[in-house]
């Protein structure tokens, strides 16, 4: 289930540049083709290889279904991280860096099965705040710092 899934992100995916492709001037065009030809060629190859591999994808799945009923189709854990990961991207920009990575990293060890609380805790407290400030402050990439009070103790690490 997961394969088709990807596939169905993926073609999506490629429909957006494809749109976008079309956006693409050809007035400064000197042959007849222009300069989005073959980004669109390309784009509508992709397509076209990506929907038979879905149909491959579809085809395996029906015939693993019907061998084994009893397997679940949702993988919780695999789930849970997509989740976390889109929690982690909807507060990165209120919480800041630092603390969004807290909460995902949290809950990445806990569904990745580790189940000692202080190691976990511990490791999703210092790993941040290293990354932070090697990001912010060796590499000088600018990382979301939050708002209000976070944003304030955001400088004090980078």
């Known amino acids: 289930m997961g394969e088709i899934i990807f596939h169905i992100v993926l073609i999506g ?5 494809l749109n976008a492709s079309y956006g693409i001037s050809t007035e400064g065009a000197i042959d007849p083709v222009g300069p989005a030809a073959f980004p669109q060629f390309l784009l509508y190859l992709a397509i076209l290889l990506a929907l038979i591999s879905l149909f491959r994808a579809i085809k395996k799945w029906r015939g693993e279904r019907k061998t ?29 860096f630092i603390f969004a990575s807290m909460i995902l990293l949290f ?24 990354f932070a400030f090697l990001f912010g402050n060796v590499l000088s990439v600018p990382l979301p710092r939050g708002f ?11």
Request: hydrophobic letters at 60%; glycine letters at 6%.
């Open 13 to 17: 995916v490629l429909v957006v540049f």
């Open 68 to 96: 084994s009923d009893t397997a679940s189709i949702i993988n919780l854990p695999v789930v849970g991280m997509l989740v976390s990961l889109l929690v982690f991207l909807l507060l990165i920009d209120y919480l800041g």
């Open 107 to 130: 809950s990445l060890f806990y569904l990745l099965g580790q189940k000692n609380w202080f190691k976990i805790t511990i490791q999703s407290i210092i790993l941040p705040l290293a």
């Open 148 to 158: 209000g009070m976070i944003e304030i103790l955001s400088y004090y690490v980078y």
